[in-house]
């Protein structure tokens, strides 16, 4: 039944009807109670009639999905993308070394030239893993600085920064004051 046969006979509605009369108390019999046995029911008279069985009682909303925050961060693009080259060279690696097996079984020439490819398929397979592996690295080297107050790298490079600032402050108060530097010698 489409919608617009509902919206004409709501009385008649396939959630109301698939319901058991005994199972359901109707309005206006035993006490005039709005409950149903099944919930779904109860939400599509709501739905239908919305003046007469709860005005402003609407359905509980269920999203399709709830979205949860990620467990670990989304990899860089460039990883991801030397990620998804490995993975793709993989699998024609993987399906080529199936088809020379079978090949090998059934005794067909392309048998050799399925061999021959599967080994330098496998080469390259090997290869983009490694590249995976190396981009990773290149791109923590240059962007994987961590910059939290807490992080030890940025502790050091201050403690550093500040040893400079004083090994510059005492330079400059021994070049100002004759007769102060190293052994009693003048700078004249």
Excluded at 32 to 38: K, L, M, S, V, W
Excluded at 127 to 132: C, E, G, L, Q, Y
Excluded at 134 to 157: D, I, K
Aim: glycine share 6%.
């Amino acid at each position: 039944m489409g919608t617009a046969e509902r919206r004409e006979a709501p009385e008649k509605s396939v959630a109301v009807r698939s319901a058991p009369a005994r199972d359901r108390k109707v309005p206006g019999q035993a006490g005039g109670t709005h409950e149903y046995a099944d919930e779904r029911t109860r939400e599509y008279a709501a739905r239908e009639r919305p003046g007469r069985y709860g005005e402003g009682v609407r359905p509980a909303y269920r999203p399709l999905w709830v979205e949860e925050p990620a467990r670990r961060r989304r990899l860089p693009d460039p990883v991801r993308t030397s990620a998804v080259r490995a993975v793709l060279l993989i699998s024609v690696t993987l399906i080529q070394a199936m088809v020379a097996f079978l090949c090998t079984m059934a005794g067909s020439w392309l048998a050799f030239p399925m061999v021959i490819s599967s080994v330098v398929s496998t080469v390259v397979a090997t290869w983009s893993v490694v590249d995976v592996w190396v981009t990773r690295q290149v791109w923590n080297q240059r962007y994987g600085v961590v910059s939290e107050p807490s992080s030890t790298a940025r502790s050091l490079r201050r403690e550093r920064r500040a040893a400079r600032r004083r090994e510059r402050a005492a330079r400059r108060d021994q070049e100002r004051i004759p007769g102060r530097g190293a052994a009693g010698l003048s700078h004249s």
